[in-house]
T-cell receptor, first 113, second 113 residues
């Protein structure tokens, strides 16, 4: 099976711009979760989508949003970028059961200048 | 609020040694605990998943144990190799929160040839 794919792998944006990141889960997986990783805060949960519905949400401002399509692919959008949004954004794929392993993609490195 | 702690933050050992990485969590109400490996600038690779009803899991030279009542997990690496050098992260899945994982800050492991 192909693994989790994320595009693009690298992005450079300026403050105030918006950005969209994409995640394609493992075939058959219906759950996609997003995480932000920074040196200071570590890995923090952003939100999870399951069957096109947001099922859980972390403590991030409304500038961070997402959606999931019928083929389970997910996109994450960040509007009005701030310097502090510079991070590695990781998505994780699973079947959606609480007992399942989560499989992570390679991440998108976002740099905000 | 669930909090996960990993000690030490960094560890350097000579090749061939057996070693133990520690993970502790504040709330024993978890679905499972997962150990990951992360190479610099890369995504997370799942190593082992222990369900809340299990005591340990093994994969090759890796063995993870879970003591839910005391809020502790250990990852044992036998006969360490330079290729084991990476950051090791543990994460717990709380019962409320669907696919959300709560991560520790990780242990950066260096195996010296």
């Amino acid at each position: 099976k192909a693994g989790v794919t994320q595009t693009p792998r690298y992005l450079i944006k300026t403050r105030g711009q918006q950005v969209t990141l994409s995640c394609s889960p493992i075939s058959g997986h219906r759950s996609v979760s997003w995480y932000q990783q920074t040196p200071g805060q570590g890995l923090q949960f952003l939100f999870e989508y399951f069957s096109e519905t947001q099922r859980n949400k972390g403590n991030f401002p409304g500038r961070f949003s997402g959606r999931q399509f019928s083929n389970s692919r997910s996109e994450m959008n960040v509007s009005t970028l701030e310097l502090g949004d510079s991070a590695l954004y990781l998505c994780a794929s699973s079947s959606g059961q609480e007992t399942d392993t989560q499989y992570f993609g390679p991440g998108t490195r976002l740099t905000v200048l | 609020k669930q909090e996960v702690t990993q000690i030490p933050a960094a560890l350097s050992v000579p090749e061939g040694e057996n070693l133990v990485l520690n993970c502790s969590f504040t709330d024993s109400a978890i679905y499972n605990l997962q150990w990951f490996r992360q190479d610099p600038g890369k995504g997370l690779t799942s190593l082992l998943l222990i369900q809340s009803s299990q005591r340990e899991q093994t994969s090759g030279r890796l063995n993870a144990s879970l003591d839910k009542s005391s809020g502790r997990s250990t990852l044992y690496i036998a006969a360490s190799q330079p290729g084991d050098s990476a950051t090791y992260l543990c994460a717990v899945r709380p019962p409320q929160g669907a696919q959300k994982l709560v991560f520790g800050q990780g242990t950066r492991l260096t195996i010296n040839p």
